[in-house]
């Protein structure tokens, strides 16, 4: 490989304040494209990378791979441009995928309910994991938000949650009375029992005494939908979903919500109006005498 690939992920990480989970993303793809060329990115054609992309489809890709693809073959290429590494932007005409944009699979709530009460809560682990689902749901975190916290950055006084999201942004969020009391009770009773709690800042410890990883609690998500007799799949974003749908349901403001989730564009946020119109249309259809 180049070194073109790692001065780009080097600068751009210095520059933008990328998560790690974002870098790796943008080094595959580019690494996709560099190992198709043979040769260094910097040279590659507009032709070059239509026919990547071509065999990319061809290769069955989906569409939204191939739009994040093209999206960090464009980052790449507009960086270089501007360094004056190269003279002309050999992406600039290359299209993204026509794609529909779906709708998250938003749960109910009383499927939020079952979820929450499905781990064991007599367990340390199980009451550890209550505390980490509720807290999800109450506050809308992204799970490399909630295993990445600390317990300094959570105020049980003021009711908030310290969040630093993508790009290195800090955010204080709400997490409401039913999760304060699963925090508290977990702090008290749960977290000493865990081994090695003493002695990492985490908030969320693992058996292990480490940071609790995406993936474990991912599939600690999955066994407790299983209990809970939900038949779909069901993730820990499925809860963030959940979050702000039922937000929105209830009232609240698109902007609070945006703030809440940590999005940048208000464009990201308004999808959710789109599911709650939804669930309103189908309450009108089901109970409304003329629906």
């Known amino acids: 490989m180049s070194g073109s690939v790692d001065r780009y992920l080097d600068e751009v990480w210095l520059e933008r304040g990328l998560s790690r ?5 943008y080094r595959r793809d580019l690494e996709y494209l560099e190992r198709w060329l043979e040769r260094d990115l910097l040279d590659a054609t507009e032709k070059d990378l239509l026919a990547c992309l071509a065999q990319r489809y061809q290769a069955g890709y989906r569409t939204s791979s191939g739009a994040r693809w093209i999206s960090s073959i464009k980052g790449f290429y507009r960086h270089a441009l501007s360094k004056g590494r190269i003279t002309e932007d050999p992406s600039a005409h290359v299209a993204h995928p026509k794609r529909g944009r779906p709708l998250p699979d ?3 709530e009383k499927e939020v309910v079952a979820l929450l009460a499905a781990p064991d809560v007599e367990d340390a682990v199980g009451l ?5 689902l509720e ?8 799970i490399s938000e909630l295993v990445g916290l600390t317990s300094a950055a959570v105020n049980l006084r003021q009711g908030v949650v310290r969040v630093t999201g993508k790009g290195g942004k ?3 969020v709400p997490i409401g009375q039913e999760a304060m009391q699963w925090l508290r009770r977990y702090l ?3 977290r000493p029992r865990l081994p090695g709690s003493d002695a990492t800042a985490a908030l969320f410890p693992s058996r292990r005494g480490r940071a609790m990883t995406r993936q474990n609690f991912w599939y600690a998500v999955k066994r407790y939908a299983l209990r809970a007799g939900i038949d779909r799949d069901i993730s820990p974003h499925t809860l963030r979903h959940a979050f702000a749908t039922h937000l929105l349901n209830h009232g609240a403001d698109l902007r609070a919500v945006q703030m809440m989730l940590g999005h940048a564009d208000l464009s990201t946020t308004q999808i959710y ?7 309103l249309k189908e309450l009108h259809e089901t109970h409304h005498p003329r629906g």
């Open 21 to 25: 989970n974002t870098l790796a993303a």
């Open 106 to 108: 938003a749960m109910s």
């Open 128 to 132: 550890r994991d209550r505390a980490m």
């Open 135 to 142: 807290l999800l749901y109450a506050s809308g975190l992204r």
């Open 170 to 172: 800090e955010r204080l």
């Open 188 to 190: 008290d009773e749960a």
């Open 273 to 279: 109006t789109h599911i709650a119109q939804a669930r």
